[in-house]
Nanobody, 126 residues
């Protein structure tokens, strides 16, 4: 069993930056195949933000965050991070990290991911 715990959320002004981290226990991130970040705003569906393949390091981003957010991993610390720059009010949401032992083709679909964190709130004020 894998437990994921997010940290780093908070309140930031538009144009600012935040860095989210996701720590794994029960299994190392490097033993999994993919990691990802999703977000969910009130009244909206869970939205794909970013994903990374541990083998090779290929990264993928949602259109709304491309060029502003960066996903990365730190095998030594067994963590995955999401650096968020140039934040906008529409980025306000609960952010969730996710992981999968499988190579996901449909990674933008939240239902295919196996493990989830509890979420961390990000609020961007205008």
């Amino acid at each position: 069993q894998v437990q994921l715990v997010e940290s780093g959320g908070g309140l930031v002004q538009a144009g600012g930056s935040l860095r989210l981290s996701c720590a794994a226990s029960g299994r190392t991130f490097s033993s999994l195949t993919m990691g990802g970040w999703f977000r969910q705003a009130p009244g909206k569906e869970r939205e794909f933000v970013a994903a990374i393949r541990w083998s090779g390091g290929s990264t993928y981003y949602g259109d709304s965050v491309k060029g502003r957010f960066t996903i990365s991993t730190d095998n030594a610390k067994n963590t995955m991070s999401l650096q968020m720059n140039s934040l906008k009010p529409e980025d306000t949401a609960v952010y969730y990290c996710a992981a999968s032992p499988y190579s996901l083709g449909d990674y933008i679909n939240p239902t295919v991911w196996t493990y989830w964190g509890q979420g961390t709130q990000v609020t961007v004020s205008s």
